[in-house]
């Protein structure tokens, strides 16, 4: 999804106004919309960008390779219930069963169309190669709780300082200004001994 966000800012910053009727590819190199007439790239041709994409990068794989990972993502993520077998279907670009041309395949609700959305993203962590920044940004706040608490502080501290909103650089100097977490826990320790350490 990252790539394909800055596609798309890319294509807003060399003038185009995009909207929910434009394309998600524009069909020649330049991004230009030459004529209006075939404004949607031919799967040729996005064949053709990510061969040399795939070769670029020094890879030998036919461009198919994607659909199959993507597909055996979303197996993954339909066996564990995050999404429908008609959503599947229909997010691998099939037309589906029978049951598709009453339900996917028509004029979608609204609310259909936002419970898809959010069907979709929370199959992501399956096809997605790199994570995303919530779940990133997550694992760090996670990581900086246990960094300070290891170090003494009180999850009331942590809190009411703000601590796991600070970036790096000023969480070393607010760590380097306290005690180390040695000292605290033999000041613990002493007062719960009735010692003055």
């Known amino acids: 999804m990252t790539y394909l966000k800055d596609y798309q800012e890319q294509r807003i ?17 330049d991004m ?19 061969k040399k994409a ?3 990068a020094g890879q030998n794989w036919r461009p198919y390779i994607f659909r199959a990972h993507f597909a055996t993502a979303f ?11 008609p959503w599947r279907q229909f997010f691998m670009g099939h037309k589906g069963d029978i049951e598709a041309r009453y339900s996917t ?7 259909q169309i936002n419970e898809m ?16 920044s919530s779940e990133e940004e997550g694992m760090n706040r996670r990581f900086k709780k246990q960094i300070l608490l ?8 942590i809190e009411e300082r703000g601590l ?25 320790q002493g007062e719960l001994n009735g010692g003055t350490s």
């Open 105 to 111: 395949n028509k004029n979608l609700l609204p609310d």
């Open 164 to 188: 796991l909103d600070v970036d790096d650089e000023e969480l070393r100097n607010i760590k380097e200004r306290s005690c180390s977490g040695r000292e605290i826990l033999l000041r613990r």
């Open 54 to 56: 795939i070769t670029r």
């Open 150 to 157: 290891i170090d003494g502080f009180t999850e009331e501290e």
């Open 13 to 29: 910053r060399s003038g185009e106004n995009l909207n929910r009727n434009s394309p998600l590819f524009l069909p020649d190199k």
């Open 117 to 132: 959305r959010e069907a979709y993203k929370r199959t992501l962590k399956f096809p997605e190669t790199i994570g995303s």
């Open 32 to 50: 230009s919309r030459k004529e209006e007439v075939n404004d949607f790239a031919m799967t040729v041709f996005i064949s053709r960008w990510l």
């Open 75 to 85: 197996d993954i993520a339909e066996s564990k219930g995050l999404i429908s077998h």
